[in-house]
């Protein structure tokens, strides 16, 4: 099993470009999630899908975008890139949905850059 | 609020002592507890959780957490630091009643010297 897969690795937009972070499980987990990672802060949410069909807005939905294409797939959309998007994106995930003692499965993460 | 605090943002120990990473916490109800680590270039990766019972929870690779719900606090703990266990730490909780969201610590940086 690959796990949680996210590509691209790497990153450099200009600001007002868009693009689409993906990211996929082979697990055949139900629950997905999208974090951003800045220093000092932790995780913090943006977008989760609970199930397949379904999405809700995290801590810090705003300027994104998701689509659960299917079970495996969960894609984040950046549609007008600022400088203030720079971060580091992870994507997760876990088994079932509520109530849940699940541990989540992290991707590698996608380094993005907004000059 | 929910809320979970790691006071410290580095952590410095040398090999072969013991070595504590503190969490506390504010969540309504019994939440579920959880530490992750953190290398360089990586993503994070599961270490224990907590989830009823015994306080003092077992993980990988030697480390172990002990549950205070008193103090709501979930300290990680290891009898002996390695090297290699130099990384990034985070505490994360689940509370029962707050949908599915996860809420993460800032993040403890260790560095274990040789």
């Known amino acids: 099993n690959a796990g949680v897969t996210q590509t691209p690795k790497f990153q450099v937009l200009k600001t007002g470009q868009s693009m689409t972070l993906q990211c996929a499980q082979d697990?055949?987990?139900?629950?997905m999630y999208w974090y951003r990672q800045d220093p000092g802060m932790g995780l913090r949410l943006i977008y989760y899908?609970?199930?397949?069909?379904?999405?809700d807005k995290g801590e810090v939905p705003n300027g994104y975008n998701v689509s659960r294409l299917n079970k495996r797939e969960f894609s984040l959309r950046l549609e007008s890139a600022a400088p203030s998007q720079t971060s580091v994106y992870f994507c997760?995930?876990?088994?079932?949905?509520?109530?849940?003692?699940?541990?989540?499965?992290f991707g590698p993460g996608t380094r993005l850059t907004v000059l | 609020a929910q809320s979970v605090a790691q006071p410290e943002d580095q952590v410095n120990v040398a090999e072969g002592n013991p070595l504590t990473v503190k969490c506390t916490y504010s969540?309504?109800?019994?939440?579920?507890l959880f530490w992750y680590v953190q290398y360089p270039n990586r993503g994070l990766q599961f270490l224990l959780k907590?989830?009823?019972?015994?306080?003092l929870v077992k993980g990988s690779y030697g480390f172990e957490a002990e549950f205070n719900k008193s103090q709501t606090s979930f300290h990680l703990k290891k009898p002996s630091a390695l090297v290699s266990d130099s990384a990034l730490y985070f505490c994360?909780?689940?509370?029962?009643?707050?949908?599915?969201?996860?809420?993460f610590g800032p993040g403890t940086r260790l560095s274990v010297l040789p």
């Open positions: 697990m055949n987990h139900n629950s």
């Open positions: 907590y989830i009823t019972g015994d306080n």
């Open positions: 997760a995930s876990t088994p079932t949905g509520l109530p849940s003692y699940n541990e989540q499965f």
């Open positions: 899908s609970a199930s397949e069909g379904t999405t």
């Open positions: 969540v309504s109800g019994n939440p579920y």
């Open positions: 994360a909780v689940r509370p029962l009643n707050y949908g599915q969201n996860f809420v």
